[in-house]
Each structure stands twice: as structure tokens, then as C-alpha cells.
């Protein structure tokens, strides 16, 4: 039985799986996510580490690791950005690339964040809650 999401990076190289994503899901504006995924913002969704799993060609993944100590990892063969792993990555969740993934998902992005790194060609208008820095969570 395969899961309900499934995802891959633009070449389909490298391929993944997720049982259930978390509800929270924000679109982060920081500087390093801009230049990672190229785009205004990134999108990252959440799911606990054991309902989420590489299920094709992690041989193919690099992982940069930044000065800031955060870990992301991309597809060697057609760079598409595909998990975000946290200085202080506690290994109890991973954050991948909501945009990779090939399923629909039953959530929907709930907040901005790292809006003071906001690129100035894009004006958020969806009237969801905008964080400066990081949200304010009761956990990491
Ligand atoms: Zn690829
Ligand atoms: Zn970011």
C-alpha cells in the first residue's frame, strides 16, 4: 500500500511519500528560501518524521548545509529544492517541498513568515497572519 501523498523533483529522480501532513503550513520569505527555491517564497509542509519517507533515489540528494548550521536538501540531476532541515533539527519532524508534491492536499497555507526578508516586488494579499521572524509555536 502506498501512501496517500506522494511527491518528486522535476526530473523525477528522486521521489517521496507522506502518510499525513501536519495542518500548519506557512510560506516563508527569508532570503535563504527565496534564493532556494527561486521564487518569492517557499512553502514548506510538515510531517512527522516517521510518516515521511524517500522512496525513490536518495542516493540522488545533496544536502548544503548553510552558515546559519540549516541543512537543505535538492535534486543533483534537476535542482529542485526538496526538504528543509532546521538548526535544531530535533528529528521529530521534516519539513519537505509543498511544491513537489504530485497529490492534492487536504490544507492550505496558514500564515506568512520571516516577512522583514519579503521580497519588495511581491505584496502579500491574502489577508493570512504575516510573522516577522519565525511563528510563535509551542514546540521547536
Ligand atoms: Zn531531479
Ligand atoms: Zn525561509
Known sequence: MSSPYQG?????A????VDEIQPQMGHCHC???RKFHGAAFSTFGEALTQHFRWTKGEEHLKTYLANNNTQRQFCTHCGSSLRFIPSNDSGRVV?????????????QPDAHIYTQDRANWYSIKDGLPEFKGKRLKDQD
Open 8 to 12: 518528486s523533483c522535476l526530473c523525477g
Open 14 to 17: 528522486v521521489h517521496f511519500e
Open 31 to 33: 532570503s535563504m528560501c
Open 95 to 107: 519539513e519537505f517541498s509543498m511544491g513537489a508534491l504530485d497529490s492534492s492536499c487536504p490544507h
